[in-house]
């Protein structure tokens, strides 16, 4: 059990960190505790190197003076990796989420299951750079269920090097690092939860549907997480002919294919969504649509959301069906959640593995968990922020 000493430096931490940058005297109202039990924390803080003196502010009292307070961003950071069957996108963030790396590169998918492990560590070794030995932590997202009991991955059609038994070993082992790996979709929900699309929504789902569907749910801002990874997996539903899995019926791959079956020619999935789309193309968008019907169906009645996410290539061609489908859940339901295409692209993922590492940070420095679900805030990792940093290399 925590002395009273670690509760107060704990709590102390934790509204500094929530409304950085703070003086003492706002610490002390945010917190209950007398000004100088709020002193004696933060001067223990201050010899951790976890919290610095910033500038002098003016405080309420005429003509004293109080210093800010803030975190020690450089003190630590993180690295977010979203391995997908086409691209790697690596970011590389401090304590406060400012990203100082971000990167997109082809997957190599031609190496063996040894190989890539090796190749992820060297690649995020390479974009952590002159601050690798402060990383801390590193989260990377996967295109399959993780089974977060034997660090196993399954349902991985588009990336099966990553089913091998021992694969997520073997990039733990590579990377020398404390790591955790996840769903992508997971990754990315959490990462439009605090940047993006979903903000301000407790309850909150993402679709990623491209060559590949996945899911990721969370109630009061927390992602669900079975045991299996199998949360979310509505791809394997069989509710087309003959028991077809739903994620043939919605992905590019599976559009391809049926066009195929149909005798129709498509050059990319895209074409399934413009405009002038012929007849035969007609017939094969409405089964679509009715597929992703059944998934946004699925995915509101699983966890109620104020909000679904779409992202992924497929999700970018549905930008102006979205309210269709909102009329077509409420006559379904009486209810519907708000749609949302997802504002950090092809970039959620990775910043949601950068949110995901830090709240592992947050917590071994002796953050509250109530309120490690609400953070990093701000606007450190928005999209134009991740681009402004790509931009630099």
Known sequence: MQD??????????????????????????????????????????LAEGIVTETTEIVSEARGRRAVELDIVADRAFVVGVDLGASNTRIIVADLLAHPVFASETPTPTTLHEA??????????????????????????????????????????????????????????????????????????????????????????????????????????GRILQGERGLIGEFGQLPIGPLGTRLEHLVTGGGILRRAAEA??????????????????????????????????????????????VLGGGIANSLTSSLDRYRIALEQNLRVSPGLATAQLGDFSGAVGSVV?????????????????????????????EVARVRALG
Not at 6 to 22: D, E, H
Not at 179 to 206: I, V
Not at 358 to 378: C, D, K, Q, R
């Open 4 to 45: 009273t000493r670690a509760i107060n430096r704990n709590a102390v931490l934790t509204a500094l960190i929530g409304a950085r940058p703070a003086s003492r005297k706002q610490i002390a109202e945010l917190t209950g505790i007398s000004a100088a039990t709020v002193t004696r924390s933060i001067d223990q803080l």
């Open 263 to 308: 005798g129709l020619h498509l050059d990319a999935p895209a074409q399934l969504f413009a405009d002038d789309a012929g007849h035969g193309l007609q017939s094969l968008r409405a089964h679509f649509d009715q597929a992703l019907l059944v998934v946004l169906t699925a995915t509101t009645v699983s966890c109620d959301p104020q909000t679904i």
């Open 356 to 384: 995901a590492a830090l709240h592992t940070v947050y917590a071994g420095l002796g953050v509250e968990e109530t309120a490690i679900v609400h953070l990093p805030n701000g606007d450190a990792l928005t999209a134009d």
């Open 115 to 220: 190989e890539l492990a090796e190749w992820i560590a060297a690649t995020v070794e390479d974009a952590a750079a002159d601050v690798w030995d402060r990383v801390e932590h590193v989260c990377l997202g996967l295109p399959g269920a993780v089974n977060q009991r034997d660090l196993s991955v399954s349902n991985a059609p588009n990336l099966p090097e990553v089913e091998s038994p021992t694969f997520l070993a073997s990039v733990e082992r590579a990377m020398g690092r404390p790591m955790h790996f996840d769903n992508d979709a997971n990754y990315a929900l959490l990462g439009e939860m605090h940047f993006g699309a979903a903000r301000g929504a407790p309850n909150a789902a993402m679709l990623t549907i491209g060559f590949g569907l996945g899911a990721g749910l969370a109630i009061e």
